[in-house]
Each structure stands twice: as C-alpha cells, then as structure tokens.
C-alpha cells in the first residue's frame, strides 16, 4: 500500500531521529580555536588533533605500551632501515581506502605509496608555507631542498611530479627514502598524523586554497561539522578499514580500567559515532559543563578549579560518589615566553641586550606563579626538555629556574637600564623609554598569569604592556616575526627532545623557533646530536645546548605542565598515551548511563 507523501516524510524523520539517538557520541572541548585542517599547513596542537582523527600516518604509537613504543598503522609491517640509518623504506598495506568525497568523482580511492611521497612534497611547495619543512631539511632528504631551492629561483610552480633520488615509490605499496644526514630517530617524524598523514593529490588539486576547510584521509573520522572557532564535528568514517580493539592497559591503569580494556577486546574502531568538540576557551564555563553531564570528558581540568576537583593531588569525594574518574600525567611540553631576537628592543647578541633577557627571565617568580597561577599543576623548568623524553638530564639545573630580584636589578644597573628621569620605569641605555609588549590571549588563566608578569616587572622597574588577541592570529603574527614576546606553550610529538631543542634551530625560524634565536655554536651542538644514538653523548650534546639557551635566554622556560583529565561514569577506556592525538577512537560511552538518556 503507498502511503500519502506526508506521512512518509514522518515515517522517514522518525527513522532518522530514533537512528540518531542511537548514535554515541563522545563530547568534549577545547579550550584554544584550532586554525584548519591541512597537515601541510597547521602547527598548532589543536588542528593537528583533529587532523590526527582523519588522516593516517603510517606508523602509531602503541597506545597502552609503556615505554612508548611505535607499531604499523597503515603499513605492511614495520619501517626497513638501513645500518647507517640514511635509507628507510615502508610498504604500505593493501585495501586501504579514503574517505568517499567528490574529488573522486564517484570512484573508490585506495591509498597507495604516492600519497606518501606526495604528502612529503607538499611540506617543499613555497605555496603552502609550511610550518613543519625545518623537521624535513633537517635530514636533507636528498635532492628535495635542491628541486625547491632551483625552482623558487625561476619562480616557477612546484614540480611534484620530477624525480628526486631521496624520495620516489618503489611499486603501488612501496616509498623508499634517502637522507642526507643519518638520524637515528627521524623515523618517529612518521607517527604524526597531523604532520605526514596520508592526502591524496586528488583531493588538493580540486579544493586548491579551500583544502583547509576539506581534508579527507583513511583514519577512522571525516569532518562532519565545522563552525570555526567553534565547533568541530567528526563523523564515523564507513570506509575505514576493519581495525579492532586489541589494546593493552597502561601499567599504572586502576582495577576498573584494567577490566574495561579486558571488555572492549575484539570490538571494531572507532567505538563511537561520532565526537562533537566545542571551542569554550573560558576555564569557568568548561568546567561546569562537564559538572552538567554536558561534556563526557574534560581534557586537562582549569587550574582554576584545580583546589576543588582534586584537592592534594587527589580526586575530590563528590566527585568519586558520582562515579567520575581521574587521569593524571606529565605532558611531554614546555610552557614558555620567547623574545623576538631580531626585536630593536629585547633583541640581539650585545651583552646589554642579554643582560636585559636575562634580568627579566630572573625577575619571574615561578614559586608564585606555580602556586597561585598553576595551583600546583607544574614543575619548574631549567631547560626546555621535559620530563617525559630522552634528553632530560635530571642533574641540570640553570638560572631558568632561579628567582633573584637583587641579581637582576644589578645586572639591569651593570649594563645600563637605569632609571633616569626618575619616574620610576628603567630608560634603555641610550635614554629612549623602556617598554616591552607582551602578547597574550583572554582566558582567565592568561589574566594571572600576565598579572604575575605585571608585578614582576613592576618590581624589577621595567613597564610592561599587554596586547590580547585570538590564538590564530597571534600564531600568525609569531611566525611572520611581528610580536616582541609572546607566552605559549610547545608539545613534542615524539619521546625525544629533539623538538624541544629545535626551538633555538635557525633552520626553524619563525616555526619552533619563533624567538628567531641564530648562534652558530648552538647550531653546530644540535645538528651533532641528531645524527648519534640515544646515550651518554647524545644527552651531553644535548645538555650543552640547553645551557647556550640559557646564557642567551632568547626564552623564558616557565614550567613543564602536570595534566589532569576527568571522565564521566558512562565513559568506558579512558586512558591517556601523551603522544596519541586521536584518542577517541579507543574510547567507548554507555549511552543509556548518561543523563541525556533518562
């Protein structure tokens, strides 16, 4: 019988709605606006997140494994590298598919080694900017700095289709690599999904300068929703491979995430549907959504609230009797102000001008600043290596971590910033005004901690003004060398401190390296170390170049952050591995426990 069109339009949206209801959907937010999605363009951690749910890189880190340790994603089987740690070859995996998208015209788009060696290339294209090239030349992938160099002289497109020695497919499965400089640990560079994930070229000829807003990968997300700034929505891809839960727990794991990691075995990736992430930068409003049962997690709880939820370190009992749980680690990052060294102002090589630095680095009190800002959530940094990577070196200690108000008036006095006219503030030694402009953003947090920095250099003489902006644009504007100073953090992607040392690499300038720091002797230290194992000579390379960015102090290192995570009752798996960005897919809710549900 044909039912009347009315009624089955009806029929139809009563499907829709009881099929949507069905749906788990993992909520949460963020609390920084992400900037796109295009892994050749994105540095900051948030995009690179949400990149890291939609493409695949061809390695991952074993999420439950600790130490951590990397495994194939897309790939046939681990990387072959050569003795002298310079030729590195991967297969990729047959029966791998895209996402569908209208760049493929209707046809079903297998990954294959091309998107590889393409998504490579693009990091070279001057037309992108990339923001990440420095971890590519860094290894001088042969040929590929040549063909970029010769082609910008001629301005001429880049050609992605000219053979290059260091870079080519060997079959339909097979890229091969050839570096320049042997680095032992480049191949964890291929574990970066938001960095080297798999694009097809497809996909970027036909959204071109829109690509940003397109991206279209293998990983087990597609982008559903998008309202920049504030609201990202990623939507179960049904092309994913059949991939299923074989994790293991973490050694420090509870008794209940033990059993609920034994309970998902087997089960097929991703465990929700679908996972909404709101962009809520106040601390306040995020923390009482997850209190309403509005949020199924919060990513690093406010420090704000940290006295309540977690007094001493410890779950607070209110929150226990609700069933809701608590995962603490150390973050593989460093929270840090950088000058801008080609600054007329706060820059440069002088003995006056790193006195200056140095006087302003002394000046912070990072006690204060931990306990009233932090709320204990921190450790003291003497370097930028954290705790959590190879190249910490437990003995180090430096001035980063020293606080002395005496010692940097004397040292302002020695070189000549001195009160002049008598108004209070320190003149430059030339005469002219001393002012330095600090760049930060809105949130509550930033507030106190630019309040800290206010009544530090008010006490040390120094007038300080403060431009707030949006994260994106401040972003821009480092990279482009437009801001004075600048307070953010940076978060390793790998467990080396590579990355961290890249922040003073010249060949990084105005990408990890936004101070635009350039010292030859420091430049000789850390190519020196990238190229030896992990062991004693390493780590002292590595030490000695810590002290360098010390005595100059083109940085500030503040403190390496201490993260708390909280789940809802209904969640099920929640762990953390600090260098797995698209955690959602091991994550499982239980819709009919949540409030929503009743």
């Not at 301005?155 to 042997?182: C, I, M, N, S």
């Not at 059949?242 to 034994?262: F, G, N, T």
């Not at 801001?483 to 890249?502: N, R």
Request: charged share 25%; aromatic share 10%.
């Amino acid at each position: 019988m044909k039912l009347p069109p009315l009624l089955t339009a009806l029929l139809l949206a009563c499907a829709l709605t009881a099929a949507q209801a069905q749906d788990k959907v993992l909520r949460y937010a963020f609390n920084v606006a992400e900037t796109g999605f295009d892994p050749a363009q994105i540095t900051d951690l948030y995009s690179k997140a949400i990149a890291a749910g939609i493409f695949d890189a061809p390695l991952e880190y074993d999420f439950g494994a600790r130490p951590f340790k990397l495994r194939p994603a897309t790939l046939a089987e681990m990387p072959e590298i050569s003795a002298d740690f310079k030729t590195i070859t991967m297969r990729v995996k047959p029966g791998i598919y895209f996402s569908d998208d209208p760049a493929f015209k209707g046809a079903r788009r297998e990954l294959t080694a091309a998107d590889y060696v393409y998504r490579i290339k693009r990091h070279y294209d001057p037309r992108w900017k990339s923001g990440n090239l420095y971890l590519l030349e860094n290894v001088k992938i042969v040929g590929l700095s040549e063909l970029r160099s010769e082609l910008m002289k001629a301005r001429k497109p880049f050609d992605y289709d000219r053979p290059v020695e260091g870079l080519k497919t060997l079959d339909r499965y097979t890229f091969q690599l050839k570096l320049g400089v042997a680095d032992p640990r480049f191949i964890y560079q291929f574990s970066d999904a938001g960095f080297l994930g798999a694009m097809a070229r497809e996909v970027v000829e036909f959204y071109g300068d829109k690509v940003m807003e397109h991206p279209v990968g293998t990983n087990a997300w597609r982008l559903g929703e998008w309202r920049r700034s504030s609201r990202v929505v990623l939507e179960k891809n049904p092309n994913f491979r059949d991939q299923r839960y074989a994790e293991i727990a973490p050694p420090d794991a509870s008794d209940k995430l033990k059993a609920e990691v034994a309970a998902l075995q087997g089960r097929k990736l991703p465990l929700v549907d679908r996972v909404e992430i709101d962009i809520i930068e106040e601390a306040q409003p995020r923390w009482l959504s997850f209190l309403r049962g509005e949020a199924d997690l919060i990513e690093e709880v406010p420090i704000d609230f940290a006295s309540v939820a977690m007094p001493g370190n410890h779950l607070a009992p209110n929150l226990a009797k609700q069933g809701i749980t608590m995962t603490r680690y150390p973050r593989a990052d460093i929270s840090l102000s950088y000058f801008n060294m080609e600054d007329p102002v706060v820059g440069g090589y002088t003995p006056e001008r790193i006195a200056l630095r140095r006087a302003i680095n002394l000046a912070v009190d990072l006690d204060k600043e931990i306990r009233l800002v932090r709320r204990g959530q921190a450790l003291k940094s003497q370097g930028p290596v954290p705790t959590t990577v190879f190249g910490f070196d437990p003995a180090f200690k430096s001035e980063m971590s020293e606080y002395g108000l005496a010692k940097a008036k004397a040292l302002l006095d020695m070189y000549g910033y001195k009160d002049v006219d008598g108004d209070g503030w320190r003149e430059q030694p030339d005469g002219k005004p001393l002012t330095i402009e600090y760049s930060t953003l809105a949130d509550g947090e930033r507030r106190q901690l630019a309040e800290q920095w206010q009544k530090n250099m008010t006490a040390l003489g120094i007038r300080m003004t403060f431009k707030i902006g949006k994260f994106p644009e401040q972003l821009k504007a480092a990279n482009a060398g437009k801001l004075q100073m600048w307070g953010v953090g940076w978060v390793g992607s790998t467990p080396d401190g590579d990355t961290f040392l890249a922040l003073g690499s010249s060949a990084a300038k105005g990408k990890a390296n936004k101070a635009r720091f350039d010292l030859p002797a420091f430049e000789a230290l850390y190519e020196k170390q990238k190229s030896l194992p992990d062991g004693p000579e390493r780590l002292a390379l590595m030490t000695e170049g810590q002290r360098l960015l010390v005595a100059y102090a083109p940085y500030k290192f503040h403190v390496h952050r201490i993260w708390t995570d909280m789940a809802q009752p209904w969640v099920r798996g929640y762990s953390r591995n600090i260098f797995v960005r698209d955690f959602w897919k091991y994550i499982d809710v239980e819709p009919a426990a949540s409030p929503k549900a009743k």
